[in-house]
């Protein structure tokens, strides 16, 4: 969605914000980006990686399909990120915890996949399951 806000005496600003959490996304990467990172990251974990790939295979399809509109990513910069980083790594995170994954290769994704630094979401979900 994007937004217009009129300051009086400035111009048009646009604001584009994330369609789940409706927060203003400014720091834009698309799906396609993220998730070449964490297949990347999967690919210490072969087994998990096979196990993982068709449902995050789709789930990027689904995010894509409901992407209505998008900004430049900052990595590829394709007119792609529709969703924050935070939503889309935290359906990553509910991905993996579907397919019960070790905790300590959950804590690991925590790290590097960290789009949540006021820890107001998953992170304070897996900091009182003791995973972070
Ligand atoms: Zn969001
Ligand atoms: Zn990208």
């Known amino acids: 969605m994007v937004k217009q806000f009129l300051y009086p005496g400035f111009e048009t600003e646009n604001f584009y914000e994330c369609p789940s959490c409706s927060e203003a996304i400014t720091n834009p990467i698309c799906h396609d980006c993220l998730a070449k990172s964490i297949s990347k990251w999967l690919d210490f974990y072969p087994d998990l990686k096979k196990k993982l790939a068709p449902r995050l295979k789709k789930y990027v399809q689904n995010v894509n399909n409901e992407a209505s509109s998008a900004?430049?990513?900052v990595a590829c910069n394709k007119k792609k990120a529709a969703l924050c980083p935070y939503c889309f790594t935290e359906g990553i995170f509910h991905l993996l915890k579907r397919?019960?994954?070790n905790k300590n290769v959950l804590g690991e994704f925590l790290v590097?996949?960290?789009f949540d630094p006021e820890k107001q979401g998953y992170i304070q979900e897996a900091e009182q399951e003791g995973l972070y």
């Open 112 to 114: 590097y996949f960290n």
């Open 99 to 101: 397919v019960n994954i």
């Open 71 to 73: 900004l430049n990513c």
